[in-house]
């Protein structure tokens, strides 16, 4: 199969993993839900991992790469801008505010997409460890899109109605998979940077959106225990690859 | 015998390096508590950075035995953090004080251990790399020394927020890497019986590092800052760590 095929079929495995995820129905407590908590920290720990196994792939110079990952934190940083995050609760939205739902809808966009960026590369550097990047962010598009799911449970949304959205949101992932890959085996100079800016967008994302919203709902030491054992896996699994 | 104690030497210079690390908080005055959150934000990235090198270092040597290393760290932290809360609830602060206080005190001790830890394994690994012939010495104690710097940092920045004085925050990161030289003469000295144990051993500091991180450091500084804003530091200092561990590695 061709190459550009096989970064097509595996990134579209990992978007379409959100579906079971999505359909995911989640206990709806008023105050704080554990189980939401927990899985922000299974997502969190898996994207620190990868995001730790595209580091090790770089021998490249650092400076292009750090550069490039100032600019995928800037780019996230942007992203929140143009949603205007700190206003909007992720996982409990404002039902009165008409623009929560497009809005969260957009940040599970960008997110998935930043992913798509993090899977090309690294089928760029070697297709194995593409596989295993997007099986990684296979496992870690479950709980997240269990965590939209409930959210626009909570705009009430039906149940395909938030099935729709799980899919629309994750579209950009395999789309800017396959651009990632063209633009990274076509311009060889340009993989150090494109490595750099996977690796500061999925930090930033973990940083900025994942870890705040996972100590919200459960106790630091649950989460903590979540997050760093994901971390460890993901690690472990990444340095058995060939 | 001159060979150890120019280990020890070599390893007492990486130590005191670890100090200089306060030197920065000179230049901060006050220490508000929003200036506590980007403080605990510095010391997070900084720790997960240098946990990412620790885990790239440990997974040359093997992936299972920096895994395992790694859940026991996890485990350390849990015991000890426990420990803390049931037995010196209110350890060093007069009694009816405020809760905060025992909480900072906490994690004061909890970093200043886990970082003392840390060097433990660091200590192993200078001593070890020792083994490889002399002339390497000078290159790699620089290596150390300097890479010390931003874990002085770390560990100031969180003594720092809790009122901490520059020079007692130089004393205790001075401290926390006097394991250093202390295991890096026995180290050099059996390099065979050692060499085994270092993947678990940096296995363990890096899973204790990154799970006291998760448990204490960061749930403060969210606490103190908008997620956005702590966050994206955390983030910039992870980088500049990493960026720093592969520039010192050359």
């Not at chain 1, 969190?44 to 770089?58: D, N």
């Not at chain 2, 210079?13 to 510095?42: E, Y």
Request: net charge neutral.
């Amino acid at each position: 199969m061709a190459t550009p095929l096989i970064v097509l079929l595996y990134a579209s495995i990992a978007a379409l993993s959100a579906i079971p995820g999505g359909l995911v129905r989640w206990s709806a407590e008023p105050s704080r839900d554990r189980w939401l908590g927990w899985a922000y920290a299974l997502a969190a720990g898996g994207m620190l991992g990868a995001a730790f196994v595209l580091t090790g792939v770089s021998d490249a110079t650092a400076a292009a790469g750090a550069i490039g990952a100032v600019l995928g934190v800037g780019f996230i940083g942007a992203t929140h801008s143009v949603t205007r995050l700190e206003t909007l609760d992720l996982s409990r939205p404002d039902r009165e505010d008409p623009t929560a739902g497009p809005r969260l809808v957009a940040i599970h966009a960008l997110h998935a997409c930043t992913e798509g960026v993090a899977i090309g590369v690294a089928m760029a550097v070697d297709l194995s460890l593409g596989v295993f990047m997007a099986l990684a962010i296979a496992v870690h598009n479950v709980p997240e899109a269990a965590l939209l799911s409930s959210a626009t449970r909570e705009q009430g949304a039906s149940l395909p109605g938030t099935v729709g959205l799980v899919i629309l949101s994750n579209v950009g992932q395999p789309a800017l998979a396959v651009a990632t890959w063209l633009l990274a085996t076509t311009v060889p100079a340009s993989l150090p940077w494109v490595l750099g800016f996977a690796v500061g967008a999925l930090l930033n994302l973990v940083m900025t959106e994942l870890l705040p919203a996972s100590y919200r709902e459960a106790g630091s030491t649950s989460i903590a225990l979540v997050a760093s054992v994901a971390l460890g896996l993901v690690v472990l699994l990444g340095g058995i690859l060939p | 015998m001159r060979d150890v104690l120019l280990v020890f030497a070599y390893g007492m210079i990486t130590a005191l390096a670890t100090g200089l690390g306060a030197l920065p908080f000179l230049l901060v005055r006050t220490v508000s508590g929003r200036m506590i959150g980007r403080l605990n934000a510095v010391a997070s990235g900084l720790m997960l950075g240098a946990s990412f090198g620790l885990l790239a270092e440990g997974t040359r040597f093997g992936g299972w035995q920096t895994f395992s290393g790694g859940l026991l760290g996890v485990l350390f932290i849990l015991v000890t953090n426990r420990y803390l809360r049931e037995h010196h609830p209110q350890a060093g602060s007069p009694a009816g004080s405020e809760p905060g206080k025992a909480d900072g005190l906490r994690r004061m001790v909890l970093i200043v251990t886990v970082m003392t830890v840390h060097s433990l394994a660091e200590g192993v690994a200078i001593g070890a790399s020792f083994g490889g012939g002399m002339a390497l010495a000078t290159f790699i104690t620089v290596a150390i020394a300097v890479h010390n710097i931003p874990e002085g940092v770390a560990i100031s920045a969180v003594l720092r927020s809790n009122g901490i004085s520059v020079p007692r925050c130089a004393g205790w990161s001075i401290v926390s890497s006097l394991p250093q030289p202390v295991m890096a003469v026995p180290a050099f000295l059996f390099v065979e019986a050692f060499a085994p144990a270092l993947p678990y051993g940096i296995g363990f500091a890096a899973g204790a590092m990154v799970f006291m991180v998760l448990l204490e450091i960061l749930p403060e500084a969210y606490g103190k800052g908008s997620a956005r804003e702590i966050g994206t530091i955390t983030t910039l200092s992870m980088i500049a760590m990493m960026l720093f561990q592969k520039m010192v590695a050359g």
